[in-house]
């Protein structure tokens, strides 16, 4: 990848409704948190720049609506996507369970067989109900990053949106490789983040 270069990548969040994605969403673009965060009706979208290794990359961020009502819409926004986060709410072991439900979901719209997977567990200020054990092993099974993070607190939350973009942009049949050993690979044993910058 050409550093001098801005290069734009689409980025999904997806989940069940509640989990967090719209607070995950504006944490990271504009630092804000809204505990009274209106539901997503349908599809929200945000553009962020960051840089990442040396690379201007520009993030087209796609929020898509958890309700049942709106999963007609979203298999065309999974279009094209480079990168995809996929959040659950730590406090609620139902959208945990549901995980299973939107990656196999991913996996049947996404027109890319590459795209770049992350597993992050929203809301880790709250009183646990899903392990981080539980999340890893989640994460190993279906060869994705991990991550948990707090929207309210800020703990992991550019570190998750870095760490997807740095794995997007080190993937050789994407781009060119860049190599970077803090990068975990998704056929790590290791699957989450390194130990050394990871938020418990």
């Known amino acids: 990848m050409d550093p001098s270069v801005l290069t734009t990548l689409k980025i999904l969040l997806i989940g069940q409704s509640g989990v967090g994605k ?12 809204n505990e ?33 009502r709106f999963r007609t819409l979203t298999p065309n926004y999974y279009r094209d996507g480079q990168g995809a986060i996929l ?19 991913l996996n049947k719209y996404s027109t890319k067989s590459n795209v770049i997977k992350m ?16 999340g890893i092993a989640f994460a190993k ?13 800020k703990e ?16 050789t049949s994407l781009w060119d490789k860049i190599e970077d050993t803090n990068v975990v690979r998704c056929n790590d044993e290791n699957i989450g983040i390194e130990p050394s910058s990871c938020y418990c």
């Open 119 to 134: 597993i992050v567990g929203n809301k880790i200020d709250q009183e646990r109900k899903v392990s981080r054990e539980e």
């Open 22 to 33: 719209s607070c995950l969403l504006c944490r990271f673009t504009d630092d804000t948190f």
């Open 36 to 68: 009274e965060n209106s539901v997503t009706i349908g599809v929200d979208f945000k553009m962020k720049k960051i840089t990442v290794d040396n690379n201007n990359i520009k993030l087209a961020l796609w929020d898509t609506a958890g309700q049942e």
């Open 141 to 153: 099974r279906h060869q994705t990053l991990f991550i948990e993070t707090s929207a309210k607190t």
């Open 87 to 105: 959040v659950y709410d730590v406090s609620n072991r139902d959208s945990f369970t549901c995980l299973e439900t939107w990656i196999n979901e």
């Open 156 to 171: 992991g939350v550019h570190m998750a949106f870095e760490e997807l973009v740095r794995k997007i942009i080190n993937t």
